[in-house]
């Protein structure tokens, strides 16, 4: 079988054989890369975009080959038929099989969509649905943030509302694309529902991500959540530059947590949103400036810490060290990030939207409806009392069964084995349909 993969990002496998830095996103399909790219029936490619060079890079790294396509480095917003020819030309000489897309929220989706031009041997894989996710950018935000323009907003015309009309005309070209193919993969009811609703002729397979290697050897390891080794009253987030990432909400109810507990610390991966040159100042966006309003107007500035890039070591001790994981999205589909805490066995928060409650349930964790601060404040309140009995001594028979659960459904959503063979499934369904069709 002649497969091809297309990627929003070099994968480390390519990265390292290249000499080019590894990127932090999109771990889901490293574990899977291997697994395939180590299977004798398989010749596999995968295609990324890069910025580099017009003309595709292309060469092999042990067992993947890879074709490198032009994109520019800030998303596009319409369908690129030149794309489209670089694509084509490539697949050309390739021949696959099967074509497997990783998520349809940018532009070059559509463009190997009608590159490889067999919809029944196309297949793409729903991580989040762009065009959803522009319907509810502003996340219940003051008009006056949304319209307001920074200098740096000004420049690169990238206001909030801007923002959310980008995300919706790359959800034009989602929408398309996934009206002109017959298969999809999802993993929740949300992504199902969804897309079927746009494209009732699709065919759904579902079949879970592999988490990255570190997870599982943590638990290898026997290096899972305990209490006593986290620091208290430490809450983990993974993403907040975004405002459907919700941390607005989080501030407001941060403010309400701190009455009870002075010292809570909201820990957040990326870059610090609070300019310290005038440089910085100037490259901050209305967003980001919002949300340091916000930790000024509520005295929480030393209640917050960013932690900057972390690779898939770091998270894991991230993780282990805080007291809760919090997952705040006004919308998600599923969360890798979520089930890294869950099988690692931190206390799980996190809004009941998208397909998140297919993921973590009131048994496994703590679940609040969106953008209901006050429910979000008594909720981590709670968490960080019983994370506290337990240090002390006293034991919450109730967390630990919420914690055990919630492993166990983790461990069964993220299978190495059964989550492979559910791809490998796939692949082999379409070739042999396809194949009985053509007799």
């Not at 502003?138 to 000004?154: G, M, Q, S, W, Y």
């Not at 107007?297 to 917050?304: A, D, H, T, V």
Request: aromatic share 10%; hydrophobic share 35%; with cysteine.
């Amino acid at each position: 079988m002649k497969l091809v993969w297309l990627v929003n990002f070099i994968l480390p496998q390519i990265a390292d054989f290249l000499g080019k830095k590894k990127g932090v996103i999109g771990g889901w399909t490293v574990r899977l890369a291997d697994i395939l790219a180590e299977n004798p029936n398989i010749d596999f490619t995968v295609f990324y975009p890069q910025s580099e060079q017009r003309d595709n890079i292309t060469g092999r790294a042990g067992n993947i080959s890879y074709v490198g396509f032009y994109e520019n480095a800030i998303p596009e917003l319409y369908y690129n038929a030149d794309m489209t020819e670089r694509m084509k030309s490539a697949l050309d000489t390739i021949k696959p099989d099967i074509v497997h897309i990783w998520g349809s929220e940018y532009v070059h989706t559509l463009s190997m969509v009608r590159a490889f031009n067999r919809p029944e041997r196309t297949v793409i894989s729903i991580t989040g649905l762009i065009y959803k996710l522009g319907s509810c950018y502003n996340a219940e935000l003051p008009e006056k943030i949304v319209k307001r323009h920074t200098f740096r907003d000004f420049i690169r015309q990238d206001s909030i509302e801007q923002q959310k009309e980008k995300f919706l005309k790359r959800g034009e070209c989602e929408k398309a694309a996934l009206r002109e193919v017959k298969h999809v993969i999802g993993r929740t009811g949300w992504d199902k529902s969804t897309t079927l609703e746009l494209n009732p002729d699709l065919v759904y397979h579902k079949a879970g991500e592999i988490l990255r290697k570190e997870f599982y050897d943590a638990l290898g390891h026997s290096d899972i959540w305990k209490a006593e080794n986290t620091d208290k009253h430490r809450i983990f987030m993974t993403q907040s530059y975004y405002p459907i990432k919700g941390i607005h909400f989080v501030l407001k109810a941060l403010s309400r947590v701190k009455e009870t507990y002075p010292d809570v610390l909201l820990a957040i991966t990326g870059k610090d949103m609070r300019p310290n040159t005038i440089k910085e100042l100037l490259k901050q966006d209305s967003y980001g400036k919002y949300v340091c309003d916000l930790i000024s107007e509520y005295g929480l500035n030393n209640n917050i810490e960013f932690l900057g890039e972390q690779f898939a070591d770091d998270m894991v001790k991230q993780y282990l060290r805080s007291s809760a994981f919090l997952l705040p999205s006004v919308m998600e589909n599923s969360s890798n990030s979520l089930g890294e805490a869950m099988m690692l066995g931190v206390p799980c928060i996190a809004a009941r939207t998208g397909g998140t409650p297919d993921m973590i349930n009131e048994d496994e964790g703590w679940l609040y409806e969106f953008g209901d601060t006050e429910e979000l404040a008594e909720i981590i309140t709670s968490v960080l009392k019983e994370v506290d009995r337990v240090i002390t001594g006293a034991g919450s028979a109730s967390l630990s069964d919420r914690l055990e659960k919630a492993g166990k459904h983790a461990m069964n959503n993220h299978d190495i084995k059964s989550n492979s063979e559910a791809y490998i499934r796939i692949y082999d369904m379409l070739l042999k349909e396809n194949n009985a069709g053509q007799q």
